[in-house]
């Protein structure tokens, strides 16, 4: 079944219980009763941003900065690897120490440490769109980068004067590289207009992103934003739903903050059309450094204990964790048609 724009607004506001049942049997068609499982190493907290939303920001000094080297990143993914992780999320702060030479090494090297049997995806902002390509070329096969929000003047204001059209461009310059593409945005931000939960929910149907992230805003009390109220779970949850219902074929994790809002968050979001948990994979010692909101789950323990758990709390809402490689099924039927094209 294939919903308009108007059949989903108006599902949302006349019945909200019934999106979010629609959003899981859609899910559940498209990709049965697995949960996708993505080991996250937060490798770099340096950021050379200023988002008024984030716990890293450049400007928060009180913030212990690390860098995990080539060695430990390897080390990391080869634990990953043999525990049965099939794609690895590198995430950090827009942090030009990793040049193109540094970061296309670690993707060739990790490529060969997984005899090409992973998908690696890259989050670590908006870099020089030459790099792109030298990132895909190297073993990258996709790229998350939020536009965070679809309001251009909001978005300016939070970014710190980096345009939302500038955004966009780096996410097409992604898309030219081949990347599979994935964007999104926080919920509950504050100054928000009424009508921006759904224009974020058209942006990322108008993208036709392959993977889409959604989170709810967390107020850190370090940053600009510390007064801000919390707004509740129920936005984000409501805007995966939505997003399933008109991106069937999209993947959609359950994010961390989420489960940080609520303890049961993300088993939640799996009833709304979610379909990927992302394990923390970063190192304990480190991983209490990426703060980028308050009370972060799972911090004490190491991603791979989080894997059992996230087993049971998928088996609670009658879903099985996968550890499959898991590519969107958008992006896969989008190469089916560009090999057509091309023959
Ligand atoms: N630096 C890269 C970027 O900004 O695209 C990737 C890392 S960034 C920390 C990952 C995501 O964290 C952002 O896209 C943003 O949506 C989210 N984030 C940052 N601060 C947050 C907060 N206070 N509450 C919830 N999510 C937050
Ligand atoms: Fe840096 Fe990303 Fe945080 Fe912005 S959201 S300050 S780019 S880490």
Known sequence: ?????????????????????????????????KVYLRGLIEFSNYCVMDCLYCGIRKSHSAVKRYRLDHEMIMAIVRKGYEAGLRTFVLQGGEDPWYDEAYLCRLLENIKSLTRD??????????????????????????????????????????RGGVTLKQRLQALDDLKASGFEIGSGFMTGLPDEKPDSLIKNVSLCKELELDMVGIG?????????????????????????????????????PATTAMG????????????????????????????????????????????????????LRCRGVNRELSFEIGHSQSFMNKGVYYADKKS
Not at 141 to 151: I, N, P, V
């Open 216 to 252: 709810p805003f967390i107020p850190h009390k370090a940053t600009p934003l510390a007064g801000a109220k919390q707004k509740p779970l129920s936005e984000a949850l409501y805007a995966v739903a939505m997003v399933r219902l008109l991106l069937p074929l999209a993947n959609i």
């Open 260 to 311: 940080t809002l609520e303890p049961d968050g993300r088993e939640r979001a799996l009833e709304c059309g979610a379909n990927v948990l992302m394990p923390n994979i970063t190192p304990a010692e480190f991983k209490k450094e990426y703060l980028l909101y308050p009370d972060k789950i799972c911090l004490e323990e190491s991603g791979f204990e989080c894997i059992g758990c996230l087993s």
């Open 117 to 158: 049997q992973c998908a690696i995806t890259l989050s670590c902002g908006i870099r020089p769109r030459h790099e792109y390509r030298a990132m895909k070329q190297a073993g990258a096969d996709r790229y998350l980068m939020r536009f965070e929000t679809a309001d251009p003047e909001l978005h300016q204001y939070l």
């Open 1 to 33: 079944m294939i919903f308009s724009e108007q059949e989903v607004l108006d599902l949302y506001h006349r019945n909200p219980e019934e999106l979010c049942r629609q959003a899981e049997v859609l899910c559940r068609n498209t990709y049965g009763n």
